[in-house]
């Protein structure tokens, strides 16, 4: 039995491997503008920053530089036509989500992608209905590494923030996390920067699977001084 009364987890590099489908995206767009393709392992590591990045990555271009929101706008449709195609829970995310289901452990989602694309997507993935909570940008004033997103979505659980756990694969996950009193997990497996040292964000706890949350969830002992 989980020790937390619920679990948070960021969406694109935590739980579910969205990478696939934005790199057929991007390719696809890149042999469009009869560019060659990138490799699988670039694209995966800027992901975790959004549209944004993958255009900036794939065309060089910046919000503020012409024909930046043509190129963000033609991405964007891509990925709403081939959203789900290749996308899965990541490895051992399937049975923890089960395990938190069957002991009645609500769990939910803060994220900064654009609620079109995160309801679309959980949908897609049957995953909707399973939620207690979806947090996206467009939902709060503040996002991520602002604690908003994240008491928010402990708002809507009606839980305390100090009995929530949030795991995320970005600095800004965990600073997040930290500032609204949750216990913290770092994804190592998810979408890190060539340059990103894991331990530096000081949270409390480092995994390199998905399986590895249980152990989290089955050792963690309460603070008692706020239960």
């Known amino acids: 039995m989980s020790h937390f009364n619920a679990i948070l987890f960021d969406l694109d590099g935590t739980l579910l491997d969205t990478a696939p489908d934005f790199i057929w995206c991007l390719n696809t767009q890149r042999a469009r503008h009869n560019l060659t393709q990138l490799d699988e392992h670039s694209i995966r590591r800027v992901v975790s920053n959004g549209a944004r990045g993958l255009v900036q990555l794939g065309f060089g271009l910046r919000p503020e530089d012409p024909g930046y929101d043509e190129c963000h706008a033609e991405l964007l449709a891509l ?51 399973r939620c207690a909570s979806v947090v996206c940008p467009d939902h709060v004033t503040h996002t991520k590494p602002d604690p908003e997103p994240v008491l928010l979505a402990a708002e809507q659980i009606g839980v305390a923030p100090e009995h929530c756990l949030y795991a995320g694969d970005h600095r800004r996950d965990i600073e997040s996390g930290l500032a609204a009193g949750m216990t913290t997990v770092a994804a190592r497996y998810g979408y890190l920067g060539a340059d990103e040292n894991v331990a530096e964000w000081n949270a409390h706890h480092i995994i390199d699977h998905g399986t590895e949350f249980f152990t989290i969830l089955d050792t963690h002992q309460p603070d008692t001084d706020s239960a």
């Open 79 to 129: 990925y709403t036509s081939h959203i789900a195609v290749c996308t899965r829970l990541f490895p051992g995310l399937t049975e923890v989500l089960a395990h938190l289901d069957a002991q009645g452990v609500p769990w939910g989602i803060v994220t900064n992608k654009a609620s079109q694309y995160t309801l679309q997507l959980l949908e897609e993935m049957d995953l909707l209905q």
